[in-house]
């Protein structure tokens, strides 16, 4: 599939755009909403030619008119168009593993410890490609710094990132959904300097980490410094630790992803000179690590992994459930810019007949940022929640409308970025955009939230993130600042959420 930059977009689109924001706001409501209910995706041109036709009053092809679709199935559990996954869409610069990266699901038996800082733990900085051995290397190239095509799989050809110039040497890989890791530098053989890639099409938002490392020796003391994150601040310095998942650990004794890491700090490099005053200034994750097995293939990470195939997965169990699906229904909202599918999910009680009663709406979305991975473990458990067969559960289900968006930047999630989408920018600061084709997930998000006020109204809407500083979970009121007759109104839920959690600290 081929997008366009944002800078270069289709101007037939950005006039039908314009034409229905001049309308009255009834009937320009009216003309975007009929855009949120999709018709069969055609097999031929581009995925939103399916939502505009040619208009009848004028002959000139560059008049476009928004497709009229029946809206009444909003409100009900059609079992119609089936839920269909597909594979991920990578940009085609993109270098992809074949084989999908399988961890299994496992609860550790206990809260796992904080590591507790000494305050003499070792700050090494950076020494560099000067000093060691450049063992890793990955970062995809396209000639322009733009996203422009996508395919399964990404690129054809997959080229070798690996040098070992000593048998021991650790080999490092990162070409799979969600991974990253642009370097690996050895600087002894225990001791390795570590570079993540930035946001594709960006220069900035180093933090996430996921990747792979084999050839390890078990109970070999290894230090890893990750030297080009971009926060100033995390909760690496206030007792988090990395976590690790060892492939003979999870076969032979069904133990999943753990905490691990010992002499952990977090530090500036103080990189910024006077000279260079424009120098992005870059922090190091440091730590020492053991590793349970010999010859083992371990993964690293920022924190759980949740891909957007583990969400196809869970999306494809719950539509074929034989009791879940039939108050649930799983619909496509949209497609990203590489031309994944961005989900909704319905949940609510069959209307019993005679009840005319309309409920209102609850929305729920999550993942805007692809770093923010607790977000979507969340969301698995909201889902699990709604979909379950607590007294609680049903009679949210009889009381509310609850329209789920489970992942709104599939893209970012699947390349491994930390914040952006492919169109290089923060989709959480695209809210005000009318450009449906350079953010399609948050301009198709904006319609259902209008769809859903004027139909029904909505009494709560919640977006889920993870914060790499703040401690425990938090909850933010926004403030109506329009409504003065509803100050405060936005708190309400907060407030109740504080008073009625337990294990507060």
């Not at 949210?396 to 920018?425: A, E």
Request: with cysteine; charged share 25%.
């Amino acid at each position: 599939m081929t997008t366009q930059h944002p800078q270069m977009m289709d101007n037939e689109n950005e006039s039908a755009t314009k034409e229905i924001l001049q309308q009255s706001p009834e009937s320009s409501v009216k003309a975007l909403q009929s855009a949120l209910f999709l018709p069969p995706l055609s097999n031929s041109g581009s995925y939103f030619s399916n939502f505009l036709v040619k208009s009848p009053f004028d002959d000139d092809d560059s008049k476009f008119k928004l497709k009229d679709v029946n809206s009444r199935e909003w409100f009900v559990n059609s079992k119609e168009a089936p839920f269909n996954t597909q594979p991920p869409r990578w940009p085609t610069e993109c270098q992809v593993l074949e084989e999908r990266v399988h961890h299994i699901n496992d609860t550790p038996p206990g809260c796992e410890p904080y590591y507790v800082p000494t305050g003499n733990e070792c700050q090494p900085k950076p020494s560099g490609e000067e000093l060691g051995t450049v063992v890793f290397q990955y970062t995809p190239i396209s000639a322009v710094n733009y996203f422009s095509r996508s395919s399964v799989g990404g690129s054809k050809y997959i080229l070798s990132t690996n040098s070992f110039p000593e048998e021991d040497t650790l080999r490092f890989e990162s070409r799979f959904e969600s991974g990253n890791l642009a370097k690996a530098i050895m600087i002894t053989p225990n001791y390795y300097e570590l570079h993540l890639r930035s946001d594709m099409y960006t220069n900035r938002h180093m933090q996430w980490f996921y990747f792979k490392i084999s050839n390890v020796k078990k109970d070999f003391l290894y230090r890893f410094s990750i030297t080009n994150c971009s926060k100033e601040s995390s909760l690496y310095s206030e007792g988090m630790r990395p976590l690790m998942y060892s492939t003979k650990d999870s076969q032979l004794h069904s133990i999943g992803w753990r905490r691990c890491g010992q002499n952990i700090a977090y530090f500036c490099n103080d990189n910024v000179s006077p000279e260079d005053p424009d120098q992005q200034m870059t922090y190091t994750l440091t730590f020492t690590v053991k590793f349970p097995h010999d010859d083992d293939d371990v993964y690293l990470a920022h924190c759980y992994p949740y891909t957007y195939s583990d969400l196809q997965d869970y999306l494809s169990e719950l539509s074929s459930h034989p009791v879940k699906s039939t108050f649930s229904t799983v619909r496509l909202l949209c497609k990203t810019l590489a031309g994944n599918n961005v989900y909704y999910v319905t949940i609510t009680s069959p209307t019993t007949p005679g009840d005319t009663k309309k409920k209102r709406a609850i929305v729920v979305t999550a993942r805007v940022h692809p770093g923010e991975t607790p977000s979507s473990w969340i969301m698995k458990g909201i889902l699990d929640f709604l979909t379950g067969d607590s007294t609680p559960a049903k009679e949210l289900r009889d009381k509310f409308v609850f329209k789920i968006v489970p992942m709104l930047n599939p893209d970012g999630v699947i390349v491994g970025n930390n914040r952006c989408s492919l169109s290089s920018k923060d989709l959480n600061r695209q809210y005000r955009t009318v450009i449906r084709d350079a953010y399609p997930s948050i301009w198709y998000t904006k319609l259902m939230v209008r769809r859903l006020l004027e139909e029904c109204g909505v009494t709560m809407y919640c977006d889920l993130h993870a914060h790499s500083r703040k401690h425990n979970i938090f909850i933010y009121g926004c403030e109506n600042r329009r409504g003065g007759d509803k100050r405060l109104q936005e708190q309400v839920f907060p407030l109740m959420l504080h008073k009625n959690a337990v294990n507060k600290v």
